[in-house]
């Protein structure tokens, strides 16, 4: 077997809902969760997503202290190789998320983390230091 991946994805992602669910707490699930089907695909035997860790993002960004604790937990409950968070496009608050747990997985795991966020994006310049953040557009559409 390949790198073990965790992957941080918000509620719209995992396909639970979208603004009316900004406010759900942190669950994990097995495997690969929405876009991880095709990251997935894409990382072939090379790696496998042993997990996906989900929050709604005003819950996150509400809570930080709380949740940074919890999904640092999760995400270590994996013993993965390499967290992927994202891609927070430029979404602000999902942005912010995926820069938390960049920090979080960088301070305590010392393990590598790359996302996906958009150049404008507050979590890619207040977090650069703590993942690779791939450049991406503007929107997910």
């Known amino acids: ?4 991946i965790v992957h941080y994805i918000n509620q719209f992602f995992a396909n639970i809902g979208g603004e ?9 699930h ?17 790696a496998e997503i042993v997990g996906t860790v989900v ?5 996150f960004n509400e ?5 940074s604790k919890t999904v640092l937990d999760m ?13 927070g ?3 602000g608050r999902y942005g912010m998320a995926c820069g938390m747990v960049a920090k979080i997985v960088d301070e305590n795991l010392h393990i590598p ?10 979590g890619a310049e207040m977090y650069k230091r703590h993942a690779f953040f791939v450049e991406t557009g503007n929107s997910a559409a």
């Open 55 to 59: 929050c709604g993002d005003s819950y």
């Open 63 to 67: 809570n930080i202290e709380e949740v």
């Open 20 to 28: 009316e669910k900004a406010d759900i707490p942190p669950e994990k």
């Open 75 to 87: 995400i270590k409950s994996y013993n993965p190789d390499l967290v992927i968070v994202g891609p």
């Open 30 to 46: 097995d495997g690969f969760v929405g876009p991880g089907m095709g990251l997935s695909n894409a990382i072939g035997d090379a």
């Open 89 to 91: 496009f430029n979404a």
């Open 113 to 122: 983390v790359v996302g996906g966020l958009y150049i404008e994006n507050p």
């Open 1 to 4: 077997m390949g790198y073990r």
